[in-house]
């Protein structure tokens, strides 16, 4: 079974729907990153998290939210969905504590906006 | 403004040859490296890594080289496989003001062939 995991894995939606990306993990990591991957740009930031209380925005904030229901899960909103955000989402975790700083990611959910 | 640059989108090379991966960094916060490998239609995963005050580690058939005077680290691959065809990305983490966030470059795409 899969350490982190994401659904859905695709979804296509229209512009001003509401869309939720969920993403838990099994592997006990109190941090856990959503990201955002357009073709030719990397992966940006988009919040994080280092614990259940603790919330931050990342590069790229604007027209998400997120919330942390748990350790282990992690959900990524989309209030207003508009056609820019189509894009490829990943979630990651990582241990707290700076030894270690190696991050694991989900296999990702491909969003379409149209 | 990009802090990590991966300056060559794609590189080419024959299956039992040297491959090798550039990335240069801008912030001298950094102070430990990573490579990631992505394989369409999964998320990424991690490679090897290096601390700043290494210039060099190996794990197999990659070895990391960092130059921290020139900003510079680079991922060999020796020899090339096919299997080694993926996405790489070069990432960075310090504590210059991002708590200590991995900063990714956009990705250089590795294509070995037989």
């Known amino acids: ?114 | 403004d990009q802090q990590v640059k991966q300056n060559s989108p794609s590189l080419s090379v024959q299956e039992g040859r040297i491959s090798i991966l550039n990335c240069d960094y801008t912030n001298s916060m950094f102070d430990y490296f990573l490579w990631y490998k992505k394989y369409p239609a999964e998320g990424p995963t991690f490679l090897i890594s290096i601390s700043s005050i290494k210039d060099k580690n190996e794990d197999g058939r990659f070895t990391v080289f960092l130059n921290k005077s020139a900003k510079h680290l680079s991922l060999h691959i020796v020899p090339s496989q096919p299997g080694d065809s993926a996405v790489y990305f070069c990432a960075a983490i310090g504590y210059g003001g991002s708590q200590g966030n991995l900063i990714f470059g956009k990705g250089t795409k590795l294509s070995v062939k037989p």
């Open chain 1, 1 to 114: 079974d899969a350490d982190v995991t994401q659904t859905p894995r695709n979804r296509i939606t229209k512009t001003g729907k509401r869309i939720m990306l969920e993403c838990s993990q099994t592997k006990g990591h109190d941090r856990m990153y959503w990201y955002r991957q357009d073709p030719g740009l990397g992966l940006q930031l988009i919040y994080y998290s280092f614990d259940v209380k603790d919330i931050n925005k990342g590069e790229i904030s604007d027209g998400y939210s997120v919330s942390r229901q748990a350790q282990a899960k992690f959900s990524l909103s989309l209030e207003s969905a508009i056609p820019n955000q189509t894009a490829l989402y990943f979630c990651a975790t990582s241990h707290g504590g700076r030894a270690y700083n190696e991050q694991f990611f989900g296999p990702g959910t491909r969003l379409t906006v149209l």
